[in-house]
């Protein structure tokens, strides 16, 4: 019975530190202002942008060589890691979609503005 009671407060423990962990990231990425004080430039905005992929591709590549490694614990931490990656890649991506957009009404009021 002792037993038990321990192993279900263990599996609570473990529960309650996965949410934790999972809110505490969720937040922490999601109020990250990558481009905070950055001017804007088309030219390093592709760059950007290409940055991204490569990013994400290569973390993608380093979860899975984990996995197939047999590296991993379990599936869940790569699960996890996939979550995360396309969370924060998420949140760069409409960032640059919003710098781009940005520079294109600069861009349209400059022609206006033009005789």
């Known amino acids: 019975m002792i037993r038990l009671v321990i192993a279900v407060g263990l599996l609570l423990a473990l529960l309650l530190f996965a949410l934790v962990n999972h809110v505490t990231a969720q937040v922490t990425i999601e109020e990250v202002r990558v481009y905070e004080g950055i001017p804007l430039d088309m030219t390093l905005l592709h760059a950007d942008k290409r940055a991204l992929e490569d990013a994400y591709h290569d973390h993608l590549v380093h979860l899975f060589?984990?996995?197939?490694?047999?590296?991993?614990?379990?599936?869940?931490?790569?699960?996890?890691?996939?979550?995360?990656?396309?969370?924060?890649?998420?949140?760069?991506?409409?960032?640059?979609?919003?710098?781009?957009?940005?520079?294109?009404?600069?861009?349209?009021?400059?022609?206006?503005?033009?005789?």
């Open 65 to 115: 060589t984990i996995w197939l490694a047999g590296q991993a614990r379990s599936t869940t931490e790569i699960t996890n890691g996939i979550r995360l990656a396309r969370r924060a890649y998420n949140v760069a991506a409409a960032q640059i979609a919003r710098r781009e957009q940005e520079l294109l009404d600069q861009d349209r009021r400059g022609q206006d503005a033009k005789p």
